[in-house]
């Protein structure tokens, strides 16, 4: 889980950002500002793995919302439009693949 994290920090921010799965991540206070105009939705109907994320997230400044389903997602998504969707493939009902269509 921490290393899809370092990977997900990458991607938002490739210069600032050196994490490995062996490592806490952590962010200087100018990263953590920019990173605080950036929206996240995590969407995943496992409540651990939301939270883990939510918090790892958090503390790297992001603003984070989030979503137990495929159906809640896209209501989050109509309402205020995140920056990046981090979703589960595999979900009850509808899966991650359909939200991202």
């Known amino acids: 889980m921490a290393t899809f994290i370092s990977r997900v920090l990458e991607v ?6 050196r994490g490995d799965s062996g490592r806490r ?7 953590y500002r920019l990173n605080s105009a950036r929206r996240i939705l995590v969407v ?3 409540r651990m ?9 958090d503390r790297a400044g992001f603003k984070v919302d989030t979503a137990s ?3 809640e997602a896209q209501l ?16 009850p009902e509808l899966d991650g693949f359909e939200l991202l269509k």
Do not use: F, G, W, Y
């Open 12 to 17: 938002l921010q490739p210069s600032a950002h």
């Open 25 to 31: 991540l952590a962010v200087d206070d100018e990263q």
């Open 44 to 46: 995943d109907d496992e």
């Open 49 to 57: 793995i939301v939270r883990l994320m939510q918090v790892n997230l």
């Open 69 to 71: 389903s495929v159906e």
């Open 76 to 91: 989050r998504i109509k309402a205020n439009l995140p920056d990046v969707v981090v979703t589960d493939a595999m979900m």
